[in-house]
């Protein structure tokens, strides 16, 4: 479904779910309604809902739109769920900077449908796990990704596999930091090529600071001018001029072992890193996807008489062999110290998510317990 800014009715008849959503938000903005209310995810707690200005919203698509360097005319590609902030705010980047959109309902490969490389478009939004299965499974399309201007990915964390496979992409490929909030992303995060990076940068106007945790706040047009303050503990790379940061974790997630604090997002990274060597080494059986030697987990803790809590490693559908967790745990031992180094692992079915994909650590624990 293609869209002109202008928004002809050109809407097919009848409307799936998603369509009418997106009909009756695109329709809202353009009878220059004031204000907005959104949901937040609920990845951190209780979904709520967030009211946002019109202005806030024009705000942060015009950073955006200078930021990304988009022009009047550039084709958008809209296949993020527009119930979210995410979704939103690019409908409300293709109102505002003049850009046609191209509607897609959110799927595992957005990018499926379209013929390569026939098909263009200037500027898109993904999740991680789209652009995993674009590159997986339909590789041919990779043609499309590179005439890109930018390709934003947000919504969870990129695991160290994928950026790997991120640098066969061409066109500029960005992680974004954000939230409901602070109306979308403040900050991004070059994921390939030359200027690839483990630092976000802010954008133009953003301030930011943190408070006596560690813990990250935000003051911007797009809050309007007011402090939004985050449980994200960072750190910046210049205390001087702090305008570049790396995300570290959640205060609410850190595990308390034996007196020692850890964050257990830094756990997993280390260990999605160690088993992206390990299958890259080619120990993975004939025939085998080596995507599937690095399965979703996450790092959780559980009670332990002795050390208060323990590290565990929670792993979707299967357990790894003995010769990967010797692996994985000795990585952490290395670059993290003895008590982040996981006890245990514990195997479930599928990891909870959220309504919007990403994993939900509070549900799949309560499932374990």
Sequence with gaps: MVLDPTFPDNWPDPLTDYEAQTQAFCRAWLSHQSSFTLHTSGSTGTPKPIVLTRAQMR???????????????????????????????????????????????????????????????????????????????????????????????????????????LQLIKAPVLATYGMTETVSHIALRRLNGQERSRWFTALDGVELGVDERGCLHITSAATNFEQVQTNDVVEFRSQASPTQFQLLGRADTIINSGGVKIQPEQVERVAQEALAIYSQAGTASPGEDQASWVPRLFVAAMPDERLGQRVVLVLEQRALSPEQFQTVQESIRLQLGPYAVPKDMVVVPELAETSTGKIDRNATIARIR
Excluded at 91 to 114: H, K, W, Y
Excluded at 119 to 128: I, K, S
Aim: aromatic share 4%; hydrophobic share 45%; with cysteine.
């Design 59 to 165: 705000a942060s698509a015009q950073l955006t739109g200078r930021v990304l360097g988009l022009q009047p005319g550039d084709k958008a590609l809209v296949c993020l769920n527009t119930r979210y902030v995410a979704g939103v705010m690019m409908l409300v980047r293709g109102l505002e900077l003049g850009m046609p959109m191209t509607i897609q309902e959110p799927s595992g490969n957005p990018l499926a449908l379209f013929d390569s490389p026939g098909t263009h478009f200037d500027f898109t939004a993904l999740v991680p796990l789209q652009l995993q299965t674009i590159l997986e499974a339909t590789p041919e399309k990779l043609s499309i990704l590179n005439t890109m201007k930018a390709v934003l990915v947000g919504g969870a964390a990129t695991s160290p596999l994928l950026e790997r496979e």
